[in-house]
């Protein structure tokens, strides 16, 4: 019982991509409505934005699950597949690095801001050559792409139009059952060696009812009075904020990292030194990823000030 919970814990990777997608969608989508919807929408300072945001990290990551393939896997070092996977045009024209799997969902996080960015500068009705373009850019890309997934995220986004003054504790209650059910869900839809009948339920509507659990629980969990019990613990507070401001470089960097230190820590079984290694491994992981947060994410406010400055010239 113990092996299989540690696997279904380690299954639930599909749970946590569409969770990033549904509040990527509430919180980044949410303010360019927002921000259209006052004619605030600065098109030049979205594009800065959302480029440094998500390429400064992503760039080195890319290039450091390229080495990591040459060290263990003995692949070639492939620069076009590396800056495909940098653009977020893996899955499109090239493929994810297989040392650094997770890197797929970056892919549908840069064309869901592309797709947003190009709605908004369409609502203030500036729209000529270049958003045309990025448009036809888009729709392509997403014949490659999973678009249910692009529902995920505008679903998200709608969600931060919508006022709930009322009856958010029991909408919340109501989208941890819907969100439980589709978990299991999401689970039925993946083949599986423990249990059988998996990989016949839908993928998709699998997704949208976990996605449709999250959105229901997002009015209590944006509701002032939770907030402002939250904000009493103050230590809590500050550990939350570091901890959300590097987990993206955490996210980009601990699957090349966990391929690399596979040369080392291998345990076959459930065991105390196991679950020493594993230990040692997630604080290896943890320690690394903060580094590179200091070199690079970091310093992302930093490099879209310069940007900016240089434009303004």
């Not at 549908?108 to 203030?124: K, N, S």
């Not at 209650?173 to 839908?202: D, E």
């Not at 993206?248 to 020493?276: C, K, M, Q």
């Amino acid at each position: 019982m113990l092996v299989r919970a540690m696997y279904l814990a380690a299954r639930l990777g599909q749970e946590a991509v569409v969770l990033f997608f549904v509040l990527s969608g509430f919180l980044v989508g949410g303010q360019i409505i927002r921000r259209a919807r006052t004619n605030r929408f600065d098109s030049h300072d979205y594009a800065i934005d959302r480029a440094t945001r998500i390429l400064l990290p992503l760039i080195p990551a890319a290039i450091f699950a390229g080495i990591v393939g040459v060290v263990r896997q003995m692949a070639p070092f492939d620069p076009l597949q590396i800056a495909g996977n940098a653009l977020g045009l893996n899955g499109i024209l090239v493929k994810t690095l297989p040392t650094d799997v997770p890197l797929w969902s970056l892919a549908y996080e840069i064309w869901f801001y592309v797709i947003a960015g190009v709605a908004a500068v369409l609502c203030a009705k500036r729209g000529g050559i270049l958003p045309l373009a990025l448009g036809l850019a888009a729709m392509l890309a997403f014949c490659r792409l999973d678009a249910s997934l692009l529902l995920v995220w505008v679903l998200g986004a709608l969600a931060s139009t919508v006022e709930i003054p009322r009856g958010r504790g029991l909408l919340a209650l109501i989208g941890v059952c819907v969100l439980v059910a589709g978990s299991a869900a999401i689970q039925l839809a993946r083949p599986s060696l423990a249990v059988a009948g998996t990989g016949t339920f839908p993928a998709a509507l699998a997704r949208g009812v976990f996605a449709a659990g999250i959105l229901l629980a997002i009015p209590w969990l944006t509701s002032p009075s939770l907030n402002r019990a939250l904000a009493r613990h103050t230590g809590l507070a500050r550990a939350a904020a570091f901890l959300a401001g590097m987990s993206y470089t955490l996210y980009l960097f601990h699957y090349p990292l966990l391929n690399l230190l596979a040369f080392w820590f291998t345990p076959r079984a459930l065991s105390t030194g196991a679950f020493a290694a594993l230990a040692g491994v997630l604080a290896i992981v943890f320690v690394f990823a903060l580094a590179m947060y200091w070199l690079f994410e970091r310093n992302t406010d930093a490099l879209r000030r310069r940007i900016k400055r240089m434009i303004a010239r």
